[in-house]
C-alpha cells in the first residue's frame, strides 16, 4: 500500500527566505504525487502534481516540487516565502487504481516570521 | 470555475444523534469521496463511490456510516449513531472519470462537532 511522510509538522521561516517542506513517499508502483494546501477555515486547494513526464513539476503561487524517484520523494520548495503562504500543507499519493483514491500525509504547518 | 458544494459548514450534534452531511459534487463527474480531518490530524479517506455503490471504503467506514446519491446531483454522507469521537471535519470529493491522473476536487469542508 502507498503512503507519504512529511518530515517537520511545524516549519517557521523568515519572510522572503526560502521555503522547504519535506515529503517521502512509499508505493510498490509508480505513484502520482500531489501537494495540496488549506489555509485556515478552508478546503483543501490542490497546489500541484506530478504524473509522468519532467519531474520538476510547478504549481500556483510560485510552488514547485521535483520527483525524485532515487530518493522517494516530492519536496515542495518555494524561493521566496510571502505572509500570504502561511497555511498547512499535504503531500498526497496515488496510483491509477479503479477509483483514484489518493492517500494524505499528516500535513505540515508553515509558518511565515515577519 | 466548477466546485464541490458541501452543507452545512457547520454542524453541532448530541452524541447518539444521526447526522447526514450533504455534498454536490462536480456536474459531470463520476466518482465521489468522503475524507475526513480530525482537529490537529491528518486528512483521512473514508470511502469512495461510483455508479450508485461503494467502490472502496476504509477501516474508519464502519457500520454507523453510509453513503448514498439520492438524486442526479446530491451526495450524502449518514452517520446513524454519532460519537464524540466523530468529531472532525469532513471533506467530499469528485473527480471526473476515476482512472488516470485526474485530480480530486475537495469541497470547503463541514465541521461536525459532537457534544
Known amino acids: 500500500a502507498q503512503s507519504v511522510t512529511q518530515l517537520g509538522s511545524h516549519v517557521s521561516v523568515s519572510e522572503g527566505a526560502l521555503v522547504l517542506l519535506r515529503c517521502n513517499y512509499s508505493?510498490?508502483?509508480?505513484?502520482?504525487l500531489f501537494w495540496y494546501v488549506q489555509y485556515p477555515n478552508q478546503g483543501l486547494q490542490l497546489l500541484l502534481k506530478y504524473t509522468t513526464g519532467a519531474t520538476l513539476v510547478k504549481g500556483i503561487n510560485g510552488f514547485e516540487a521535483e520527483f525524485k524517484k532515487s530518493e522517494t520523494s516530492f519536496h515542495l520548495t518555494k524561493p521566496s516565502a510571502h505572509m500570504s503562504d502561511a497555511a498547512e500543507y499535504f503531500c498526497a499519493v496515488s496510483i491509477m487504481n479503479r477509483d483514484d483514491k489518493i492517500i494524505f500525509g499528516k500535513g505540515t504547518r508553515l509558518h511565515i516570521l515577519p | 470555475e466548477p466546485e464541490v458544494t458541501q452543507t452545512p459548514s457547520h454542524q453541532v450534534t448530541q452524541m447518539g444523534q444521526e447526522v447526514i452531511l450533504r455534498c454536490v459534487p462536480i456536474?459531470?463527474?463520476?466518482?465521489f469521496y468522503w475524507y475526513r480531518q480530525i482537529l490537529g490530524q491528518k486528512v483521512e479517506f473514508l470511502v469512495s463511490f461510483y455508479n450508485n455503490e461503494i467502490s472502496e471504503k476504509s477501516e474508519i467506514f464502519d457500520d454507523q456510516f453510509s453513503v448514498e446519491r439520492p438524486d442526479g446531483s446530491n451526495f450524502t454522507l449518514k452517520i446513524r449513531s454519532t460519537k464524540l469521537e466523530d468529531s472532525a471535519m469532513y471533506f467530499c470529493?469528485?473527480?471526473?472519470?476515476?482512472?488516470?491522473?485526474?485530480?480530486?476536487?475537495f469541497g470547503a469542508g463541514s465541521r461536525l462537532t459532537v457534544l
Open positions: 470529493a469528485s473527480n471526473p472519470t476515476g482512472v488516470g491522473a485526474n485530480v480530486l476536487t
Open positions: 456536474s459531470n463527474h463520476l466518482y
Open positions: 508505493s510498490s508502483v509508480p505513484p502520482y
